[in-house]
């Protein structure tokens, strides 16, 4: 199954989360680079987002692993949870 970023964004919301734009900038490039670290993760956010904080990444993240949707290995959607 692909993991899409409405799927990403469904998931989130039934779990009481907001989806700002930075979160969705988030999501939007940890799907377009698969198996790359937050710090990456951060960094290319920042190119279209100069204002994004790396705590921002990290909450992202780790709330993205809470709820099941990327495993605590690497920074990859899990399509099977």
């Given at each position: 199954?692909?993991?899409?970023?409405?799927?990403?964004?469904?998931?989130?919301?039934?779990?009481?989360?907001?989806?700002?734009?930075?979160?969705?900038?988030?999501?939007k490039?940890?799907?377009?680079n698969?198996?790359?670290?937050a710090?990456?993760?951060?960094?290319?956010?920042?190119?279209?987002?100069?204002?994004?904080?790396?705590?921002?990444?990290?909450?992202?993240?780790?709330?993205?692993?809470?709820?099941?949707?990327?495993g605590?290995?690497?920074?990859?959607?899990?399509?099977?949870?």
């Open positions: 199954m692909q993991v899409t970023e409405q799927f990403v964004i469904s998931k989130l919301r039934d779990f009481g989360q907001r989806i700002t734009k930075q979160k969705s900038i988030v999501i490039n940890i799907l377009a698969p198996n790359s670290t710090k990456e993760i951060y960094y290319l956010s920042k190119e279209s987002h100069p204002n994004i904080n790396l705590s921002t990444v990290y909450r992202t993240v780790k709330t993205l692993e809470s709820i099941g949707l990327l605590n290995r690497n920074i990859t959607f899990c399509s099977v949870c």
